[in-house]
């Protein structure tokens, strides 16, 4: 995007640097180039934006979507992942190695940057499995495929249960200074159950994954990772013992960091209410003082990352007995909103709530965007935080509808959405 363009009138937010102010910023060739309250309506640009007094911040940065493409198009695309990315703040999106074909070669990677690049409106940046067709069995080619552009490596939805094998993974990932996400699952507890284990699973008459799943597979997460000396994103954690663990480990100078889902804050495991389909998710909601406790961790930033867990699932493989239904529910369209709600209703200082789905992961990754800062790219979102709307599954720009939030009221609303400076969307 060449020319200048001034935004001028904002409320400028940048969790990075702790900027909470009025002002504006000016932009060229798509980089911010001055920031501040001098920038006015007075400013010589080619283009000017009144914000009207509504919120500016950094492009939301989401470590956790998966998409259809390669190998089940009919799911979700990397372009209409891209439009519902555009649509709800989010400016990078960090693609799962869950596709078909799996992630795992320098070709696949290769392909997922060119396709995006092609015709996504927002930033796709690639994963590369953790291990060969995700299968736990053997290791990928780590750093060829780090070379190739991949952001980090993980399994996805499936542990690594062979401990040598993940230990290997390790210990080669930690020679690249390479980051390793792992979801902590232990799949002889959690296999086919439906939501989270306790009285209300019971008297539902479903199978209930107990939390002893996620603990007993991040102790031994953590410990490897301290052994190894790898970077680990504990990925998805959902309870309080989890965070408590993860910030222990950390006090010991584990190098961890954790990521929680936007659903994890904002629902419980009541919300599943009439078998709701809709709500059957991997972690499953959890009690209510988990989530209270997970949004402590977000007050006090013990918490790195807030994804998505964008999961698009068509409707004929929802609309069936809870029991049968695949997990998943769309999220990148409502991220930014389920963070404002909670924000608003749970007391989080806005900064705070902002932090781990800008600098946060920016930080992780290594990335320049995730700021308003001179010479970074000019990533933004427009949004006002307070504006309540209602959320309908079929006004969403996902292929799929599968969202936890249909019909929920929420607040915070995105008005406009630029990438390197140009604008990828704009409501009415």
């Known amino acids: ?26 932009i060229e060739n798509g980089l911010i180039t001055d920031i501040g309250v001098g920038i006015t309506k007075a400013t010589t640009a080619d283009v000017k934006i009144d914000a009207k007094g509504k919120a500016l911040a950094p492009g939301l940065i989401d470590l956790r979507v998966k998409t259809g493409e390669p190998g089940a198009e009919n799911k979700e695309t990397l372009e209409t992942a891209g439009d519902a990315a555009a649509a709800g703040g989010v400016t990078t999106f960090i ?23 092609s015709v996504a409106k927002v930033k796709v940046l690639p994963t590369g499995g953790l291990t060969i067709d995700l299968d736990g069995a053997k290791m990928s080619e780590i750093g060829l495929i780090k070379q190739a552009g991949a952001a980090f490596f993980t399994n996805g939805d499936n542990p690594v249960e062979d401990a040598g094998v ?27 159950t439906v939501m989270n284990a306790g009285a209300f699973a019971a008297r539902l008459g479903l199978r209930g994954a107990p939390p002893e799943a996620e603990w007993i597979a991040l102790e031994r997460d953590l410990m ?33 960091s954790c990521s929680v889902a936007a659903y994890s804050l904002f629902f419980n495991e009541l ?9 059957k ?9 988990d989530r209270m406790a997970l949004i402590d961790g977000l007050k006090r930033g013990a918490i790195d990352a807030v994804v998505s867990a964008h999961d698009p699932q068509p409707t004929e493989n929802k609309r069936l007995p809870i029991a049968d239904a695949s997990y998943g529910a769309v999220g990148l369209e409502t991220l930014l909103s389920a963070l404002l709600s909670i924000a608003i209703r749970e007391d989080v200082p806005l900064l705070a709530a902002l932090k781990p789905v800008t600098s946060g992961p920016a930080d992780l990754l290594g990335l320049p965007q995730g700021r308003l800062a001179k010479g970074a790219p000019a990533d933004l979102v427009l949004f006002d935080p307070a504006a309540p709307w209602a959320c309908d599954r079929d006004d ?23 990438v390197n400076g140009a604008t990828v969307f704009e409501r009415g």
């Open 396 to 418: 969403l720009s996902s292929r799929s509808k599968n969202s936890p939030f249909d019909g929920r009221k929420l607040e915070g609303r995105v008005l406009r959405t630029w």
């Open 281 to 289: 998710v991997q972690p499953p909601f959890r009690i209510e003082t």
């Open 166 to 192: 993940l230990r290997r993974a390790m210990s080669y990932a930690a020679s690249f200074d390479v980051l390793v996400a792992s979801r902590p699952d232990t799949p002889s507890l959690s296999k086919n």
């Open 224 to 256: 490897l990772a301290e052994t190894t000396g790898v970077r680990l994103l504990a990925d998805c954690i959902s309870t309080a013992r989890s965070l408590a663990a993860v910030e222990r480990a950390r006090e010991a100078g584990v190098k961890v």
């Open 95 to 117: 693609v799962m190695p869950d596709t078909d074909p799996v992630l795992d070669s320098v070709a696949l990677v290769d392909f997922i940057k060119r396709r995006a690049d």
């Open 1 to 26: 995007m060449t020319g200048r363009t001034a935004i001028y009138n904002a409320r400028l937010l940048d969790p990075a640097s702790g900027l909470d102010a009025n002002g504006g910023i000016l």
């Open 271 to 279: 919300d599943v209410g009439d078998y709701l389909t809709y709500c």
